[in-house]
């Protein structure tokens, strides 16, 4: 069974700083791996996905995630938060369903 | 192009009611899947069709949830009768692909419940 870890309920970070929100995978087989983001009230909204090729994937505004087969993760970053990526993030992986962890909810503050 | 759509957005009832959402994928798209999001968790698939047949319901709760989607365009479901734990958000998506591989699941605003 596919399982996906975010270890973090909540990240906090300051406007400028650099970020991380971290994820860990089980999948057997190769895995594909997303990053989604959900703001209050919406609906998920893709960021960026690996499939294969450079371990670095870069995506919507700004966000990058490096996929480490090793150590399962594929961490999400971003080099200078903004108070508007201030949402809920979620980690997902496939193949088969799509399996969601259960979420890190970023805080970036002034 | 246009997004997915669901309806309601919002919708109250007591528990042992029944309540019925519905969803029009992003035109073209095969694959359909419907998650349930409980408050501060992620989404739980409960159901994968591809065109009008069912892929995956091993989730879905089958003595109170059923899903159909006849045509293989838009997908209704419904939940009778309903139980207070059953307060989510309901969140309707569709994918081009067959479901297996790499492509985007685009996903709706969601339908949000609540059981009294």
């Known amino acids: 069974a596919q399982s996906v870890a975010q270890p973090e309920d909540q990240v906090n970070v300051a406007e400028g700083n650099p970020l991380t929100v971290k994820c860990t995978y089980s999948?057997?087989?190769?895995?594909?791996l997303f990053w989604y983001v959900q703001y209050p009230n919406r609906g998920l909204q893709f960021l960026l996905k690996?499939?294969?090729?450079?371990?670095l994937v870069k995506g919507s505004y700004g966000f990058e995630a490096e996929f480490n087969k090793s150590q399962t993760s594929f961490h999400l970053k971003k080099p200078s938060a903004l108070v508007s990526d201030s949402a809920l993030y979620f980690c997902a992986v496939r193949p088969h369903m799509l399996t969601f962890g259960g979420g890190t909810r970023l805080m970036v503050k002034p | 192009e246009a997004g997915v759509a669901q309806s309601p957005r919002y919708k109250i009832i007591e528990k042992r009611q029944s309540v019925a959402f519905w969803c029009n994928p992003i035109s073209g798209h095969a694959t359909l899947y419907w998650y349930q999001q409980i408050l501060g968790q992620g989404p739980k698939l409960l159901i994968q069709?591809?065109?009008?047949?069912?892929?995956?319901d091993s989730q879905l709760p089958k003595d109170r949830f059923s899903a159909e989607r006849l045509k293989g365009v838009d997908s209704t479901l419904k939940i009778q009768p309903a139980k207070l734990e059953d307060s989510a958000v309901y969140l309707c998506a569709s994918s081009l692909d067959s479901g297996a591989g790499a492509n985007v699941l685009t996903f709706g605003a969601g339908s949000r419940l609540t059981v009294l």
């Open positions: 069709f591809q065109n009008n047949g069912v892929v995956d």
């Open positions: 690996y499939i294969t090729g450079d371990n």
């Open positions: 999948v057997s087989g190769n895995p594909y």
